[in-house]
């Protein structure tokens, strides 16, 4: 049997808590020094132009330059696209509004609010999020400029000046991804999978070898794990691939960041190893190289043996949970040889995106979500126009910038705006006006300053989500005092107003959204996981009676919508770390156990997908009718044991044991009765013992 011995200290008031915490967060990873590299180059020449150029809002320009590098070329293309899109329609409402209102104060007072309202509901209803918030911040920052007591030509001409700055800005940092992109041509998010599993491989084979974990090895799956799956989530959403092997990676992405996070754990204690354990080890080191080499050279990994249930003895139960996952990975790809056959092709077509989420009219969660931003963005623009004090309207844009739907994600960027505003602006932005540019002379003494500060600042982005919205605050702080203007700036007050205006728009929010209709991110990520279940449930009888065309829809309208229920749920997991209280240790065992069901049910997902197929008869799927009465009561069985795990997480009693053990069994009778099999029964039985397997371990637990 092995012991296990925590190597790390327990507590989390240990004093080494912070320095651990920071050690963790800024530690070097794959990829790492190449992102920030494309960050850094990005900004500084966006900020050498417009100081060379003197084009206005240089600072806006060179903030975008320096966050918009992508894991992808298609995602950096795609967030070029939207931000200048979101930005021209940001100007032009803007633009139009001022001219209805103007020269009416109270008009003005009431567009401002009615125009808050319509930002906050569009950043929670519409399908695409970023245009939202691009839209919304444009006419933001220029709230302040049509209040002044200026001609309407320059108020025009500094709000074209606005979208034309952070619009090239932008072509800027694609220009460096294209000239970045000439050095590598791989498979960036295959590449970042298999890196992923070589990690825990070697991880594994140290321990089977009882050679000591040395700390390379320890810092490099535990950056993977901090790093997270977020970014090869997003190569994946942007990317131009065809449905099926969409939902296949997502699946695998969530599997094998699964892996990583138990091989992370795992990495944290000191073992004692039996001599069975040490052999186990080994094995599943052999299974992830395999999977590893099929998937770099795009095949789909073959099945392989279950793990045993002599096997559960283990006195290490993270290798069991290991064992289980890695188990799942080659069940994603069930029916497929290749991963070439669902590669994106150059004909190929999307399904056309709606504008709006599919509840954007139905929930009231959206008009909640609005009200709340605009209570607080207009309180603050009611107040510093109240005291005439222009200098805190950032108090606005902190509204807009922290906004979330839950008190976790909001609090968490709530505070480390403010942290980065405190370093970005208080201590190196007053410090260099103090100490460092009165002795600068030229744009050359200027580089190295920018560069000193922005090279840190994108090391801090490239961290995991508990600490890159500091590093963007760092930059956007230092940004707004350098780069507004074409000379040093000698007077202190404009960072004093920004820091103002953030305490003032912090505080605003915590109003706005800690006291009214508050909701606990761990609340929302129960009642999402909750969702998911229901819906899976319902996708587990489909297809209903109806025209083919209105099945096939509804069909692929309710996996897109499971698809994003999942990424909710892991979202406001994520958002869980970052809420205390006295009920945190049950919400963090919550979160774990959560986090580690929504893999399997991923999996799940993917087989009644297939399975879907054989219930609808599609042409190449059609089975005897003996066997087809047998899958529709094994999938109604399916459906109602989901549905009873929905109903128990609610605090419901469920509506009666289900055997899907004797559905399965009978399915499989059945199918060995029929007079010729073939392979694609033997596909059939293969899926729904799959499934059998995910609700029996999913019941157990």
Known sequence: MATLAPSIPTSPSSRSWLWEFLKEELAPYPGRF???ARMVTAATLVMIICMTFKTPYGAYGGVYALILSRESLGDTADAVKTIAIGFVFGAAYAMLGALLVVGDPMLRLMWVIGTLFVIFYAMSALSNYTAAARFGYLVVITIPLWDQHISGELKVESTLWAVWTITVASAIGLLIELAFKNLTRTDELMESIAERLASVEELLTLYADGRPVDEAAKASITGLALAGMSR?????????????????MGALVALVGRVVDIAANLAQFTFQIAAEDRERMRKLAKRIAIIRENLVRGSAPPAMDPVGERETSSGVPLLLEMERTVALIPDVFTGSASLDAFAPSPTAHSRPKTWFVPDALSNSEHIKFALRGCLAGSLCYIIYNAIDWTGLSTAVTTCLLTALTTVGSSRQKQVLRFAGALVGGVLIGFGAQVYILPYLDSITGFTLLFLAVTIPA???????????????????????????????????????DRVAGILLGLFMMWLAFDQL?????????????????????????????????????????????????????????????FEFGPSRPQDLALRGRIVSWQARLRTLFLARIALWKYRFQLPGFEVPEAVHTAQQEFDERVAQDIDNLADRLEGKSPKGQVDVAEAADRLE?????????????????????????????????
Request: net charge positive; charged share 20%.
């Open 669 to 701: 009778q059945t199918i060995r009765a029929s007079s010729s099999p073939g392979d694609r029964l033997e596909t059939l039985l293969s899926l729904s013992r799959t499934t059998e397997s995910l609700i029996e371990s999913l019941d157990r637990e």
């Open 517 to 577: 209709w508050g909701s606990s991110a761990v609340v929302e990520m129960k009642r999402t996981f909750i969702s998911s279940l229901r819906l899976l449930a319902q996708l587990v009888r489909e297809p209903s009676p109806g025209k083919p065309r209105d099945v096939i829809e509804r069909s692929y309208s309710l996996r897109e919508t499971i698809n994003s229920q999942f990424d909710k749920t892991r979202a406001q997991a994520d958002a869980v770390l």
């Open 458 to 496: 994108a090391w801090i982005i490239t961290s995991g989500p508990r600490l890159s919205y500091f590093g963007i605050q760092v930059a956007v702080a230092f940004y707004l005092i350098n780069l507004q203007e074409f000379k040093a700036q000698t007077s202190l007050s404009l960072a004093r």
């Open 34 to 36: 190449y992102l920030v």
């Open 232 to 248: 090869l989530r997003r190569m994946l959403n942007h990317g131009a691939y065809a449905p099926h092997y969409g939902e296949q």
